[in-house]
């Protein structure tokens, strides 16, 4: 596998030029004119829809348990590892570029978890089936069912390739060695005995189990994230103000840090901050479908709350807690660093609560991806296509904890990519339905009298 990672680092840095990172942020932006910076206006109406959505509707799952289980898939390494990745290579810069392709993601992560309802049908099993491949065959016709299976296939290599399975099963045997001597094949063993018991159950199953854990793990990240950065609360202004001066000015090299560009930071803090929110990569949607929702829109703003929760809030915090402590200067990468700085507050408890927090996010990752992956399967292959699909992922599970770092966190990159461009096309080419049916829902709200 090393002697594929200058292969791969050529591919990926194809895949994440400037194209790519133009049509990712450009949709967004494009979006979030058409829809009158609803991320703005309308994201406390969408807080408080998560716990008093109706869920009315057809549906398998309430609203709530429909973003839990996005949120099972966002929610992730990307929040540790990739964080300190991006801060690593394109310096404090890339943690502004992260906020920028987050601000816009909103825009685009509501307008998949619109469409996704909207263009959402029932498989031979009764169940509901919809995401990008459904809003591209259902909304722009039959002669773009190619475009459809190419997101189905692209969806199933993520799964299977990259954010699914290798990063995540790495980082928890890693991290469970280093803060607790725990052994990598029996951490191994254990992990892939779980993920088989609850992906076996399918979406009831995923859904009950990430709407226990993740609020639990969200709130103790949080936690353990501001009670660092209140304990150097006076140098919070300073690591904001690194922040944005170092997004256009690029960073000289300093003690470990290698130095970095401006567009070094913008391309590290753009790729891995959609790798953490997912937000243009269409994989969201495919959860949001189903949801027990007669209103498109009312999805689709509980699922831009994905968006702000998993990049505004999560990766915020650890990266400010990487700057305040400057940890980001040191020779440490990855989940290291983030274990330094907050070891730096907390001493070795610290390094234990984090190692917690990424076993908990790596876990729940894990299962939303398998979701993921088996509804793209199920679109394929029809319900047949399940069981082999399954019995792939527990191998690849299995078998994730031996390989490198480094040309995982590429080849992720590299599928992710893939994975967009379907997607992205959709969205734009459906914007004019993703308006309408704003439109449509606001009037509804205004008519109850709330807004």
């Known amino acids: 596998m090393e002697s594929l990672i200058p292969a791969l680092n050529a591919i990926d840095s194809f895949m994440w030029g400037p194209p790519l990172i133009t049509l990712l942020v450009g949709t967004g932006i494009y979006l979030t004119v058409r829809l009158g910076l609803i991320q703005v206006f309308k994201l406390p109406t969408a807080l408080r829809l998560i716990f008093s ?15 839990c289980v996005a949120l099972a898939a966002t929610v992730g390494t990307g929040n540790i590892v990739g964080v300190a990745t991006a801060v690593k290579v394109g310096g404090p810069g890339a943690i502004f570029w992260m906020w920028v392709a987050a601000f816009f993601g909103m825009a685009t992560k509501y307008s998949e978890g619109l469409l996704a309802v909207k263009y959402r049908s029932v498989d031979e099993k009764g169940e509901i089936a919809g995401g990008p491949m459904f809003y591209i065959k259902n909304g ?18 993520v799964a299977y390739f990259g954010i699914g399975t290798f990063p995540q099963v790495n980082a928890i045997v890693d991290s469970m060695e280093i803060s607790f001597g725990f052994p990598k094949l029996a951490m191994d063993a254990i992990l892939t005995f779980f993920i088989a018991a609850i992906t ?7 859904a009950k189990v990430a709407s226990k854990i993740i609020p639990f793990m969200a709130f103790l990240y949080i936690a353990i994230s501001l009670g660092l950065i209140v304990a150097d609360y006076s140098r919070i202004p300073e690591a904001v103000s690194l922040i944005i001066t170092d997004a256009f000015t690029g960073q000289a090299a300093v003690g470990g840090f290698a130095g970095s560009t ?8 753009i790729a891995r901050g959609v790798v953490s929110n997912e937000s243009g990569l269409g994989s969201a949607p495919i959860a949001a ?4 929702t007669k209103w498109p829109a009312e999805q689709g703003l509980i699922s831009m709350t994905g968006t702000f929760i998993d ?5 915020t915090m650890t990266g400010i807690a990487l700057v305040l402590t400057g940890v980001w200067q040191g020779d440490a990468a990855g989940a290291a660093m983030t274990s330094a700085a907050f070891a730096s507050t907390y001493g070795t408890v610290g390094s234990s609560i984090l190692t917690i927090s990424l076993v908990l996010f790596a ?4 299962l939303g991806w398998n979701y993921y992956g088996e509804r793209a399967c199920i679109y394929l292959f029809g319900t047949k296509g399940v069981l082999p699909y399954r019995l792939i992922f527990i191998v690849l599970i299995a078998s994730g904890a031996f390989l490198k770092l480094e040309a995982i966190w590429i080849l992720a990159d590299i599928v992710n990519g893939l994975m967009a461009i379907p997607n992205l096309i959709a969205l734009l080419a459906l914007s004019g339905v993703i308006v309408a049916e704003t ?3 606001m009037e509804w709200r205004k008519e109850q009298g709330e807004n």
């Open 53 to 67: 959505a109706k869920n009315q509707g057809k549906g398998d799952v309430s609203s709530f348990k429909a973003l």
């Open 140 to 157: 722009m016709g039959e002669k773009w069912k190619p475009l459809a299976t190419f997101f189905a296939l692209a969806c199933i290599g």
């Open 200 to 206: 076996i159950g399918g979406l009831q199953s995923i």
């Open 262 to 269: 401006i567009m070094m930071a913008m391309q590290t803090g």
């Open 289 to 292: 479908a189903a949801a027990k």
């Open 311 to 315: 990049t505004i809030i999560i990766c």
């Open 363 to 366: 876990f729940t990752t894990i």
């Open 439 to 441: 439109k449509k829902y």
